[in-house]
């Protein structure tokens, strides 16, 4: 989209102001990255006229009541069989920047054993206890770990969040299927897959069979795609009382569920376990198409991972188009309440779909956006990453309130405002893909206030007029928040 002609002279004029001050660094001393590393001329801009650099207030005072959740694994985590400690040891620290809930790897054993992501389940109630698969412990570790991971999780009131694959088993025995005229993996008892003995079943309890020929989508597993319509599966699942979801959330402690892979069955089997056992939850439909997960929240009845979203930040940054940002349908636009933001997970970060050079770019977007964001494990593990996502977390905790509006957005700058709710002052986020510093004009809905970027991208202030007009700036490649001083 091009710029008016209003914004074209004002960015040459940005230009060729920033060219003036970097050749008089290069004249008067060296001066190289003169922007991120200010002195003399420039150090004098971004300072206030008495010479100070700008201090925020404490924005504890300004707690809104959002959390954010951390996806406390990544595909093929190291060390295996010590997973469970490793977690439970982070959580003291997740808990005090605001980590509110963590999801884990789906927990029992699955058919590669000790190398199982949990994707593949076979006994849904060998938690790391039972010899099969070639272990006892799970990849993550023993079932005791499992339980003290749970109980460090409470103790820092943070939620725990187990990951269901309720569409496909792997790793039972072989048995004639008369539905396919050949042997097919089917049977799980104490001898096959199934060492706890919990919810045996067999060829009809999967697709086809006497009452059904295929639900949904079958990519993975196809000949083990469970069979939802089957009382043995119900009854398993989710209707006993020592059923999978019972057992998970009444003996083992779990608080919600992250339903994987929803595309595989149809909605109103989340919608079922969900009504018999209650608990937050979040279905991934994996699909950039905003209106098909609308329709499949509606269908459910609990929320999505926001995958519109993901792939709307991609494109925006990758095409330097941040327009996309404004108008790319996303689920978080029509229905804030179900979307989970994220920027990556397990599956989309091995080829990833934000790049690394975007990754914050992003989390500026979902952390001060309406949605309850999502952290990767990754992400906030990497130390230059760390110290910039818990600023951005406590940002979200506070000033991240009330009706979201675009300011400006064009190719390579994207502000929007949060317009807080009674006391709370709101936020305004400006986004710069440029190489260089950037400065806009906008209109917010302080008047007369002293402004703070609580980045601490931008050391100086910037005061709003009776209009509430002010010109903000943007670091070259990075992102500010702006709030009253």
């Known amino acids: 989209m091009k710029k008016s002609i209003n914004s074209f002279f004002e960015s ?53 009541g959002n959390g954010v959740m951390m996806q406390a694994f990544y595909w093929d985590v190291e060390p295996r069989f010590d997973w469970w400690d490793l977690i439970a040891d982070k959580t003291d620290e997740w808990a005090s920047v605001g980590i509110d809930r963590i ?126 319509l089957q009382d043995n599966v119900q009854n398993w699942l989710w209707k006993f009382d020592n059923s999978v979801a019972k057992y998970y959330k009444n003996t083992v402690g779990f608080d919600g569920w992250r339903f994987d892979y929803v595309k595989s069955f149809s909605p109103e089997y989340v919608d079922a376990w969900v009504d018999e056992v209650g608990g937050w939850s979040v279905g991934e439909f994996f699909d950039g198409n905003a209106n098909l997960v609308r329709d499949w929240v509606a269908a459910a009845g609990v929320n999505a991972f926001d995958f519109p979203c993901l792939f709307q930040m991609r494109d925006a940054f990758q095409q330097n188009n941040l327009t996309i940002l404004q108008n790319g349908d996303m689920l978080w636009k029509t229905n804030p309440a179900d979307a989970v933001t994220f920027v990556a997970n397990h599956d989309t970060d091995r080829e990833p779909v934000i790049e690394e050079e975007y990754k914050l770019f992003a989390y500026s977007y979902i952390l001060t956006h309406p949605g309850y964001p999502t952290i990767f494990y990754l992400d906030y593990e990497n130390e230059e990453f760390k110290e910039k996502l818990n600023q951005l977390i406590l940002i979200n905790r506070t000033i991240a309130s009330g009706e979201l509006e675009v300011l400006f957005a064009d190719e390579d700058e994207y502000i929007a405002a949060r317009k807080g709710d009674g006391d709370n002052p709101g936020l305004v986020l400006y986004i710069n893909t440029n190489g260089l510093e950037l400065n806009r004009q906008v209109t917010t809905h302080w008047t007369e206030n002293n402004l703070h970027d609580y980045t601490g991208s931008i050391a100086s202030s910037v005061a709003t007029d009776s209009s509430g007009a002010v010109t903000l700036k943007a670091p070259a490649n990075g992102y500010a928040v702006w709030s009253i001083k």
């Open 12 to 64: 040459q004029a940005n230009f060729f102001h920033k060219v003036i001050l970097i050749s008089g660094c290069v004249l008067l001393a060296s001066c190289s990255d003169a922007f991120n590393q200010p002195s003399g001329l420039v150090e004098e801009a971004l300072t206030n006229g008495d010479g100070q650099v700008s201090e925020g207030q404490d924005l504890t005072n300004f707690l809104n």
């Open 103 to 228: 999801w884990l790897p789906p927990v029992s054993k699955g058919q590669s054993g000790g190398f199982s992501m949990g994707y593949d389940p076979s006994d849904y109630y060998d938690l790391g206890e039972y010899f099969q698969q070639g272990t006892t412990e799970t990849r993550f570790g023993s079932r005791e770990e499992l339980d003290n991971l749970i109980a460090k999780a409470h103790e820092n009131d943070i939620e725990v969040i187990a990951d269901i694959v309720m569409g496909h088993n792997s790793g039972g025995g072989l048995e004639y299927n008369p539905y396919r005229d050949k042997d097919t993996f089917t049977l799980f008892n104490e001898m096959n897959g199934n060492a706890s003995g919990m919810f045996n079943r067999n060829f009809e309890d999967y697709h086809p069979n006497s009452i059904h020929n295929n639900d949904e989508e079958a990519l993975f597993f196809e000949e083990q795609d469970l069979c939802h």
